[in-house]
Structure formats: structure tokens, C-alpha cells
């Protein structure tokens, strides 16, 4: 085995490989709820798959902006856009979908899923309370 070998072996195996090139999840849940930092009142916006959390958000107010910024963050980890949104019903999601992910409103109705918190985005409601 020579020098030029064992560079060229490094060469190629230099890329690592993400979680997200080996499986790609087509379903996200989408979901935000209201905690407390340090007694101040904050809305945790989340997006994840079955494998994990794709995006996080914290915003002061729950506002289109809001929900479009934790949506492109989920794209940009993601790689492909999902086949299914499961959320809450939130207004600010249908709004936040169609400029993000593009799904004109047919496509939006069968590929946006809305459940209550409960049911597919029970996860999320669990978070609640994070003091320090």
C-alpha cells in the first residue's frame, strides 16, 4: 500500500454520512407549546420525524413568521420536503406550509394533517415547564 493510496482512501471516506442521507422520513409533526424560562412565558415551536427533532424554535409571540422560520430550519436538515405535515390546526402553520414548502391548496388539504394535540402530537405537549 502506498502514500497516494492511503490519501486517496482518506479522500473518499472524508465526507461523513447524516443520519437524514441514510433514511429519509416523509412525515413530519409540527407543533408548538407554551413554557416558562426563568418565569418568563416563551412558545417552543418543534418539528420532528420518527427518527428525531428536525427543528427547534423560541419565539415571544405565536406568529406566521414564527412557524415559517422552524418550518425552513426542518427543510434545510431534512434535505426533501416531507410527503405529510401533522399539526395542530394552527392558522399559522396552513399559512407557514404554503410559502415554505410550496403545496398549492389542493395538494395542501391531503397532505396537511390536523390532529389534536393528544392524538399524533402528543410529544410535544409533554414539554411544559423548563425553570433554571
Known sequence: MSNEAVRLWVLASKKTISRRE???VTTWH???TYIKIKGNGYWLWIVYDKIGVLAWHI???R???DAKIV???ALEVAGIKPVK???DGLNQYCYAI??????????QKEKHIVSSGIGRNWYI????????
Do not use: H, M, P
Not at 98 to 107: E, L, Q, S, T
Not at 125 to 132: A, E, M, N, S, V
Open 22 to 24: 441514510i433514511v429519509k
Open 30 to 32: 409540527a407543533d408548538e
Open 59 to 61: 419565539s415571544k409571540k
Open 63 to 65: 406568529k406566521v413568521k
Open 71 to 73: 418550518l425552513k430550519k
Open 85 to 87: 405535515i401533522i399539526t
Open 98 to 107: 404554503k410559502k415554505v414548502i410550496g403545496w398549492n391548496w389542493r395538494v
Open 125 to 132: 405537549q409533554t414539554f411544559r415547564k423548563l425553570d433554571k
